[in-house]
């Protein structure tokens, strides 16, 4: 208040104060009324076309930010991509495999193909290793790791072949124009991608069970979603406002979703709260593009996942034509937690000094590292 007091006494708009960075200077020992008097000269040396040049600049900026900020308000989403998206598939393995010999599992158990979009970044590596670890514990699972990229990633790779799971490791990069969204729908391409291989190679007795590389899970959740018959669903924990995200049941049926971002949408539940059943799904795809044969309706809905941000997993069970009715409840009545939305902490990526460690270990972590895209 002093400050003020004294500057206004010096006839200065706090303005000026903000522009020539007054505090800054007071801290290197400049006292104030210098700095107030030098705020004031410096305004009042600005002839008129500077001035109006000042005015041009800031007017400009405003009605910029303005215009794009409407503009992202009312404008429609991009919809359905116009081109076909890129997709690769890397490598394959129907087997498991320990210790260079493959091991005979249970026929006669459902597969249940976990599929995990994942993208480049310091925690990718970590992320994965927990995550696939957790399911060599699982008897009859396929991994799909799905990487939000043109490549795939050796470190990935690596993981994958260390693990001896059977696996699929696809590239399928999100499409520039939805990365421009104010809400990107992360994960949609590679999720596509991995929805594409299963229904060309998954058995049709198989589970189908997206799985985000930020989760946590109990390994009995695979016994609990291995029976469904066509789409089961449980809660999951550490999600939004209310610390979960579940199908609320009565008499053992779903009657509604207890969910903080309800969103208008009809199934409110977060990717790792169901799976469905493959033959269910190919079937229900096989009837929709039935019709959209026979009505030459390119605007009927496929099974698909939509590109709009919080709302893929809605709109995937959508597009699976089914109702509520059709839930089938898992985890104790859906009174279990069993799997969590962990969500591991962003951590910066730095390019690191290493000027005094070009003859010790430090070189060698740090090219390991860099390979684990931990660093620049
Ligand atoms: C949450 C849900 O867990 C997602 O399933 C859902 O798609 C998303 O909300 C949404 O509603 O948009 P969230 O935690 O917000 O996801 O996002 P992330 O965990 O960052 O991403 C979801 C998955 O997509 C992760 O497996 C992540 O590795 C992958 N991802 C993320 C990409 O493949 N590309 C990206 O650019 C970002
Ligand atoms: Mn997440």
Request: glycine share 8%.
């Given at each position: 208040q002093k400050t003020l007091n004294q500057c206004r006494s010096y006839n200065i708009c706090f303005h000026h104060l903000l522009l020539l960075n007054i505090k800054q200077s007071l801290r290197e020992g400049n006292s104030l009324l210098q700095e107030c008097n030098r705020a004031h000269e410096w305004f009042r040396g600005m002839n008129r076309r500077q001035r109006i040049v000042m005015a041009v600049i800031i007017g400009g900026s405003l009605i910029y930010i303005i215009l794009t900020q409407t503009l992202l308000v009312f404008s429609s989403p991009p919809g359905e991509p116009t081109e076909p998206e890129f997709r690769k598939t890397c490598s394959s393995v129907l087997q498991k495999?320990?210790?260079?010999?493959?091991?005979?599992?249970?026929?006669?158990?459902?597969?249940?193909?976990?599929?995990?979009?994942?993208?480049?970044?310091?925690?990718?590596?970590a992320e994965l290793t927990r995550l696939g670890q957790t399911l060599t514990m699982v008897p009859r699972v396929h991994w799909i790791v799905a990487e939000d990229s043109n490549t795939c990633t050796a470190s990935v790779q690596n993981i994958l072949e260390r693990l001896g799971l059977p696996y699929t490791h696809i590239a399928s990069p999100m499409p520039e124009v939805y990365r421009k969204e104010r809400?990107?729908?992360?994960?949609?391409?590679?999720?596509?991608?991995?929805?594409?291989?299963?229904?060309?190679?998954?058995?049709?007795?198989?589970?189908?069970?997206?799985?985000?590389?930020d989760n946590a899970i109990d390994i009995r959740l695979f016994e609990e979603m291995r029976t469904t018959k066509k789409v089961s669903m449980w809660?999951?924990?550490?999600?939004?406002?209310y610390t979960v995200s579940s199908p609320v049941v009565k008499d053992g049926k779903v009657v509604a979703f207890y969910d903080g971002w309800p969103a208008g949408r009809k199934f409110q539940v977060d990717m790792a709260g169901f799976a469905v059943n493959m033959g269910f799904l190919k079937s229900q795809a096989a009837k929709q593009e039935k019709v959209q044969a026979a009505k030459q309706d390119k605007k009927h809905p496929k099974v698909t996942m939509p590109y709009i941000a919080g709302h893929e997993e809605d709109g995937f069970l959508k597009s699976l034509n089914m109702g509520i009715s059709d839930i089938e409840v898992k985890a104790e009545g859906c009174t279990q937690i069993l799997v969590w939305h962990t969500q591991t902490i962003w951590n910066p990526s730095h390019a690191l000094w290493l000027d005094k460690h070009q003859t010790d270990n430090i070189k060698k972590l740090t090219d390991n590292m860099r390979h684990l895209g931990m660093i620049k």
């Open positions: 495999i320990s210790k260079n010999k493959v091991v005979e599992e249970d026929k006669s158990l459902p597969v249940i193909y976990v599929v995990t979009p994942t993208y480049r970044r310091p925690e990718m590596v809400y990107v729908p992360r994960g949609v391409s590679n999720r596509r991608a991995s929805l594409e291989w299963v229904r060309e190679y998954g058995e049709d007795t198989g589970i189908l069970y997206f799985l985000d590389d809660p999951v924990g550490l999600i939004g406002e």
